[in-house]
């Protein structure tokens, strides 16, 4: 089975904090996606990367970046926190992209930015 | 631009039929999925269908696929307490998934 790992389950940071959110999976999968998910949003699409030392914007890049400097690993990093920023995130991978292709996901960081 | 749209809250009795319903806006997406995400969890596909077909049945799933109004919809017949959970359609779009809002079902005895 495909494995998705996030490091927290949940976290707690102050506004202006620098704040790293790893994601890694264990399937050799090429695409990794962050999203944000809030409640009556949905989920919408901040990074994702379909090579290593490759990342492209999603639909909310701002206040975020991102690296992936190995295949199996993603980070999200928030350059400095804001309370606009709490949310729940979710990492996901696949291993085509594109349409025709399922992502699996981790199990989210409810991430609270006081 | 892109608009996945989806009703917040749904609410059936345990052993009724679910139908949970999506509307989307691009008419050129080849694959269109539901995913499902359990309390505290991640999300994980349920099941998907080509745009060339109507209709996609497994076990107690049925999608429904009109293309010319472009409303998808998932209906769970039997439903069950272990069916609630949040529901979320999603359409292929050039190289990523554009997600609804997501469909909140609880089952009540």
């Known amino acids: 089975d495909v494995k998705v790992t996030q490091s927290s389950r949940y976290l707690v940071k102050r506004t202006g904090e620098k704040v790293f959110l790893e994601c890694v999976q264990d399937?050799?999968?090429?695409?990794m996606f962050w999203y944000r998910q809030d409640p009556g949003l949905g989920l919408r699409l901040i990074y994702f990367?379909?090579?290593?030392?490759?990342?492209e914007k999603g639909d909310i890049p701002e206040g975020y970046s991102v690296s992936r400097e190995k295949k199996e690993r993603f980070s999200l990093i928030l350059e400095s926190a804001s309370t606009n920023q709490t949310s729940m995130y979710l990492c996901?991978?696949?291993?085509?992209?594109?349409?025709?292709?399922?992502?699996?996901f981790g199990p989210g960081t409810r991430l609270t930015v006081l | 631009g892109e608009d996945v749209e989806q009703s917040l809250f749904l609410s059936v009795r345990e052993g009724d039929s679910s139908v949970i319903n999506c509307t989307y806006t691009?008419?050129?997406?080849?694959?269109l999925y539901w995913y499902k995400q359990e309390p505290g969890a991640g999300l994980q596909l349920l099941t998907y269908i080509f745009s060339n077909m109507d209709m996609k049945q497994d076990q107690r799933l049925t999608v429904l696929l009109n293309k010319k109004d472009k409303h998808l919809s998932l209906r769970i017949a039997d439903t069950q307490t272990g069916d609630s959970a949040i529901y979320f359609c999603?359409?292929?779009?050039?190289?990523?998934?554009?997600f609804g809002t997501g469909t909140r079902l609880q089952v009540f005895p």
């Open positions: 399937m050799d999968h090429e695409n």
């Open positions: 996901a991978s696949s291993l085509f992209g594109g349409r025709l292709d399922e992502q699996f």
């Open positions: 990367s379909y090579d290593v030392k490759m990342k």
């Open positions: 691009d008419s050129s997406s080849t694959y």
């Open positions: 999603a359409e292929g779009y050039t190289d990523k998934l554009i």
